[in-house]
């Protein structure tokens, strides 16, 4: 009895010692599958068509073997119809891809000189192949997912190939690979600094890009996909014939044996083919109008939010099914812990406008397996900002927190109220509508921006050695120089940088949501003023494991450990009043020890703040920040417990003597003070509060507002 050919899964599945194929499009009159072996290229067709799939049989595929498409159908470009048959196409759903592009006419749909004809030279030879792999070969084990909580999820942001490309205790020949990043060496700096997850930069196939390689560049960070089930063949020391697949997966695993989460940056919101004068690579030749979003009434361009030239099209069933089918497949195949979706605001715009309820969050908050693993929003796209704008299942890179926590240690702006409102967990941004603090990802920098290293030695960009001229890269950052520009052996310039790398790093730490650290900030790494790296694949991004910052890699561990070991620094929800019925409390008080008063929050002349924390049954934390460029003498609230000792500081010489009543806390610095846990809570103290010490009344749209939260969260309850 025959094997019946099935139309799904879509693209190739092995089953019964043969091999389903299976092809959606809707505009397309024959698909040929181009088998590749020692004796050349065999075409065969797929004689079945069930709906919109084309589908059949083909024996000849098998592990290992390479493969393409060819599709068949109407060229008319200004009807968005991209058919050409000339072209050897990737399989949407390959889950392993060899090879790399070969730039030049034949790799386009289209002659350059005239755009609306098809170019009918032959790709085959210069592009790269799907790979046939078995799901099966590999030995999971015992493998299972941490499940790390929210609240103790710290996330490290990393490049899997420049985190151990110089590393000089993991094999030279593993450097730069998934499975240098599963070396023994590489978990044991994460294990030991204490991070919890790793969100890897792209590791979906990606497009070397021609602008960059007639320049001698080549695309370092990713954001280029074309393979959405296939891991990145460069990453491998396996090679790219499909070892790939199971060098990931031990990844993975070694990660998890560890404790870590893995968590993926994904780019869905576009492919690599670029606009209408783009290379037709995949997706463009199989069915342009079901994978990209055209222009309404001008059909052969593309509707753009991305920057890139082109937008994947999450109105049509066709492009959300190759997206959910790709998240389930890393979640159950390649065993990942979660995502961080890359202008995650292009995968709602399903009509044109951002929507909270549009086909994909529909589809992913309803989704058995999906909705049990971490999602990050990257909360906007070239066309809008969407921090705050995502469903409740979903946390987001808040960018506010970024910018506002900036401002407050290297810039001179009035921000007071609103990085308060940034330490506490943006209630501003997520209460209103019942989000928690760990809706928010805070994080003071990332991949695409200066270093911490950077943005405490620039004032300017130094991305020369990208070749456009320093015209590329973001122009205000809100960095220092602190007097010299870049590198110095002035002491005085090099300890004031190091005192604003501990505080943002401190403020970060001991905020209210998840944390993000970039990858390297804890050693010191610097990109030498390139606030832009996304084509130095090269020393400028590597990590320098021999030049490392020790000082303040103890730091760093020393916070997160802190921070994990304290419930107090990493609450669930917002934090209330003490006189509150809340596990969770906060004060806030001015350096004087007075409650706030209309206009403090908006005076430049204020730049100090004492934030007060506390969790039941566990110890208080006294926060004094002090960002103004004086010494500052705060009047300490009375300890809620035992008498207030130091925890850190970022002042050097700074010392305390119990009691405390008054502390100096010197500029640009701040001081942890820790009450230990005597059995009672914060407002079971004898001492009285200064009336508006937690109802903060005075503040300004934007800042923290206690009273109208609790009084929003009575109502609704």
């Not at 783009?278 to 593309?302: M, Q």
């Not at 602190?482 to 505080?503: M, P």
Request: charged share 25%.
């Amino acid at each position: 009895m025959s094997v019946p050919s099935r139309p799904y899964p879509l693209g190739v599945s092995l089953r019964d010692g043969t091999a389903n194929v299976a092809v959606y499009t809707e505009t397309a009159e024959a698909v040929e599958v181009s088998v590749f072996t020692d004796a050349g290229e065999e075409r065969i067709p797929l004689r079945y068509r069930t709906g919109y799939v084309f589908h059949d049989l083909v024996p000849q595929l098998t592990p290992g073997t390479k493969y393409g498409f060819r599709v068949h159908g109407p060229w008319r470009p200004e009807d968005g119809l991209r058919h050409n048959a000339h072209k050897l196409l990737l399989d949407p759903h390959a889950t392993a891809i060899s090879g790399e592009y070969t730039w030049g006419p034949a790799v386009f749909g289209h002659l350059h000189e005239e755009p609306e004809t098809m170019n009918e030279e032959d790709s085959a030879g210069l592009v790269p192949l799907s790979v046939v792999t078995d799901p099966t070969s590999f030995d999971w084990g015992d493998d299972h997912a941490p499940r790390t909580p929210a609240s103790e999820t710290v996330v490290y942001e990393v490049h899997v190939k420049g985190f151990t490309k110089q590393h000089p205790r993991i094999p030279e020949e593993l450097r730069g690979t998934y499975a240098g990043l599963a070396h023994p060496e590489a978990i044991k700096h994460l294990k030991d600094l204490g991070v919890t997850a790793v969100e890897l930069l792209p590791v979906h196939q990606f497009v070397q890009d021609s602008h960059l390689e007639e320049k001698g560049l080549r695309n370092y960070w990713g954001y280029n996909s074309i393979g959405f089930f296939a891991p990145q063949g460069d990453y491998a020391a396996a090679g790219d014939e499909g070892g790939q697949v199971d060098e990931f997966k031990a990844m993975v695993k070694a990660m998890h044996e560890a404790g870590l989460e893995v968590i993926l940056d994904v780019v869905y919101n576009h492919t690599a083919e670029g606009n209408h004068l783009g290379p037709t690579l995949s997706f463009k030749g199989i069915d342009n109008a079901a994978y990209y979003r055209l222009v309404d009434g001008d059909r052969g361009h593309y509707f753009d939010t991305t920057g890139t030239g082109n937008s994947v099209n999450v109105g049509h069933p066709a492009a959300l099914r190759l997206i959910m089918d790709s998240l389930r497949y890393w979640v159950t195949e390649m065993h990942v812990d979660g995502f961080r979706f890359d202008l995650a605001t292009t995968l709602t715009r399903q009509d044109g406008d951002p929507d909270k309820h549009s086909a994909f969050l529909t589809l992913v908050h309803q989704d058995a397996v999906l909705s049990k693993v971490k999602l990050i929003a990257e909360p906007w796209d070239v066309a809008g900002y969407q921090v705050g704008g995502f469903p409740p299942e979903w946390s987001e890179w808040n960018g506010r927190f970024r910018d506002d926590v900036r401002e407050f240690w290297n810039g001179e702006g009035t921000v007071l109220g609103t990085v308060t409102d940034r330490i506490l967990g943006s209630p501003d941004v997520y209460e209103a509508s019942r989000r928690s603090p760990l809706s928010s990802v805070n994080f003071i920098t990332a991949h695409d921006g200066f270093t911490l290293h950077d943005l405490t030695a620039y004032a300017e960009k130094h991305n020369d050695a990208n070749g456009e001229d320093n015209r590329d890269g973001e122009s205000h950052n809100t960095s220092n120089n602190y007097g010299v520009e870049g590198e110095t052996d002035d002491a005085e310039v090099l300890e004031l940088r190091e005192r604003q790398r501990r505080n943002m790093l401190g403020t970060l730490l001991l905020s209210a949501g998840i944390p993000m650290i970039l990858g390297g900030d804890e050693l010191g790494r610097t990109q030498q003023g390139n606030n832009n790296a996304y084509c130095q694949d090269n020393e400028i991004s590597w990590f320098d494991w021999e030049n490392v910052d020790e000082d303040l890699l103890a730091f760093t561990t020393r916070l997160i450990a802190l921070r994990q070991a304290e419930p107090a620094l990493r609450p669930d929800w917002f934090r209330q009043a003490p006189d509150r019925d809340s596990d969770a409390t906060v004060q806030l008080l001015r350096a004087d020890g007075q409650p706030f008063e209309d206009g403090d929050w908006a005076s430049p002349e204020v730049r100090a703040i004492q934030i007060h924390v506390g969790n039941t049954g566990c110890d208080s934390f006294a926060i004094l920040l002090n960002a103004a460029r004086n010494v500052v003498e705060f009047t300490v609230a009375p300890a809620p417990g035992e008498e207030w000792t130091l925890e850190v500081s970022t002042d050097t010489e700074q010392r305390v003597s119990a009691p405390v009543s008054t502390l100096l806390v010197r500029d640009l610095s701040f001081t942890l003070l820790r009450s230990k846990w005597v059995g009672v809570s914060l407002s079971d103290t004898d001492e009285p509060v200064p009336d508006g010490a937690y109802t903060v009344e005075a503040v300004p749209t934007g800042a923290i507002d206690l009273a109208a939260i609790e009084a929003e969260g009575e109502e609704q309850r």
